[in-house]
């Protein structure tokens, strides 16, 4: 019964290769977010669905690419992979502003358990 | 640019007794802040938030306390238990603003 599930758990792959990461949320939320963890730990939003609307997007390189083809799906398209690329990748969601917290702050977000990505 | 630090990487407390996770911001402008903590192999779950009109906010053994004129926050954990071993994320946001910034974590062990 997971609320937020990625796809796949792990994914080794060699540079210049594309590849992609699913993420699905069964909580009926509208807005939904990629988040890289590099390997100094930090969590970093990338992305930020809003009904399948781009609301945010961070200083991304265009090589990866957000696709969401309902609001309950957000897929991250990873073109001509680097080494650098090599990171802990988590997909959320969440209710946007003007949901349950009364619209002045952004409502919890639930996460999914993470993509590892290597690349060789 | 780090908007919110966590400047201890790691920290161990006995248990029973009383863990502090100690965040520290930079932005004045934030106004929201958020607790999340993270097993291995696992997403972080939210723990607690606090809005910036208060200065408290506690959820059973759970206690967030906010300075805003010293920007800095702290999570009280009392008492402390195996499971509480984990990764602690100090988050925070500003008014209108969908955007979380994260702080790097703080893993928290627990001893026997």
């Known amino acids: 019964d997971t609320a937020v599930s990625q796809t796949p758990k792990y994914l080794v792959t060699q540079m210049g290769n594309d590849k992609s990461i699913k993420c699905e949320q069964n909580?009926?939320?509208?807005?939904m977010y990629w988040y890289k963890q590099d390997s100094k730990k930090f969590l970093k939003i990338m992305f930020s669905?809003?009904?399948?609307?781009?609301?945010i997007n961070e200083t991304v390189p265009n090589r990866f690419s957000p696709k969401s083809p309902d609001k309950a799906h957000l897929n991250l398209h990873i073109n001509s992979l680097e080494l650098g690329d090599s990171a802990v990748y988590f997909c959320?969601?969440?209710?946007?502003?003007?949901?349950?917290?009364?619209?002045?702050?952004?409502?919890?977000?639930?996460f999914g358990p993470g993509t590892r990505l290597t690349v060789l | 640019d780090q908007q919110v630090k966590q400047n201890s990487p790691s920290l161990s407390v006995q248990e029973g007794r009383i863990s502090i996770l100690n965040c520290d911001y930079t932005n004045s402008m934030f106004d929201y802040f958020l607790w999340y903590k993270k097993y291995p192999a696992e997403g972080p779950t939210f723990l607690i938030s606090?809005?910036?009109?208060?200065d408290k906010n506690e959820d059973g053994r759970f206690t967030v306390f906010l300075n805003k004129s010293a920007k800095h926050l702290s999570l009280h954990i009392v008492p402390s238990q195996p499971g509480d071993s984990a990764v602690y994320f100090c988050a925070a946001s500003g008014v209108r603003d969908d955007k979380i910034i994260f702080g790097k974590g703080t893993r928290l062990h627990i001893l026997p």
């Open positions: 606090i809005s910036s009109i208060k």
């Open positions: 959320a969601s969440s209710q946007p502003l003007g949901g349950i917290s009364g619209g002045l702050f952004p409502d919890t977000q639930y």
């Open positions: 909580l009926g939320h509208d807005t």
């Open positions: 669905y809003n009904n399948k609307e781009l609301i």
